[in-house]
């Protein structure tokens, strides 16, 4: 067991019964609270609720470092509106791995690339940090160089990354069932919790100790990211939260670079297929009914993700189309509907800058006639 400090909070077990005290320690597979009648109680970790395995791992389990852990990269910077539409982001080809910490009886070692912080319940080399950084690394650039001003990206700390090794203590954290990756809280203290299998890494047969897969890539682990480095106030309608995550997730990546100026084809394939690989689509085909335009961008986030496979996949449309086809092609609507987010409107009114004067129809009839150069046609309900 080690120390924690902590205020008095309300826990919440599974059965939904609460509590006050105070977080004393942390143990393998247990935690000890100081009540409020000043006695000390053992509660199991299994018992404790989703939110409060969540603030274990925020607060307690992954305290920063005082004065937090400053970024190396490329900060400061990330591109104006004005900029062109990158065709690539690479990540370093040096990338340089620092070991911050190696506590074996606490089972905690910490790792730091440029811009992220690594924290895992096992050691690892830094090769094979290394080796997985790289797609953490070229996503953080591939953020900081789209034109869409993200000022996540030119924060002065590192992104916080927790590493699990195994699949039942990434659970027992509050990871989702079936998830490769989850991003936990939002802005600047967001977080990523991560299995080191979904990173295709695992123990070395015969060995005490970590290997890498090379060729194995986890694009839902992408998604996640962009979702971790995206501002809060552009995180203010469904489709564009989700939209612009699969985006970058279905970007071709290789050998730390993403081919931005080849992904149409690899976004079509993910939204009516299975993905160019096979690996995750959303399986709409060629030819898709759609509600009108105007309630589906309206949706709030819990019907959206009630239904991911079309949500998901339309909305990803949505992004493209917004990014490459709408207007000039020169993404001046979507680029006015984030400077307005990221100044203070609300999200209705910032809707506004996608529409620039069109009807809800004339939308539809252009996003339909940009959908039909890419092979697809849109059937809008009524």
Known sequence: ???????????????????????????????????????????????????????????????????????????????GFEAFWPSAAQCSLDLKIDVVSEEPDKHRFIYHSAHFEFICNAQLRPKVVSAFASLFEATHEFLRVLPLNNRLTATPTKLRVVLFDSMEGYLAAGGPPGSAGVCSGSGARSMILVPLESLGVRKVPGKDEFGVDAKQTNTVLAHELTHALMEDEVKAASWYIEGSAEYVRLTPFTTGRYRIAENRDAIVAGVTGYGKRNDGGRALGKKIDMPPLSEFMEQPYPAFVANPQFNYGMATLLTYYFYHLDGRRDAARIKAYVQALQSGEDEPDARKKLLDGREWSQLEAEFSAAMKSLGLTLNFGS
Do not use: H, Q
């Open 1 to 79: 067991m080690f120390p924690a400090v902590s205020s008095a909070r309300t826990w919440t077990d599974v059965d939904g019964r609460k509590i006050e005290a105070e977080l004393l320690e942390i143990g393998k597979g247990e935690v000890v609270l100081k009540l409020a009648n000043g006695k000390t109680a053992k509660v199991s970790y299994a018992r404790l609720s989703t939110a409060d395995k969540a603030f274990l791992i925020e607060e307690a389990l992954n305290p920063r470092p005082k004065g937090a852990a400053a970024v190396t990269g490329n900060t400061a910077k990330c591109k």
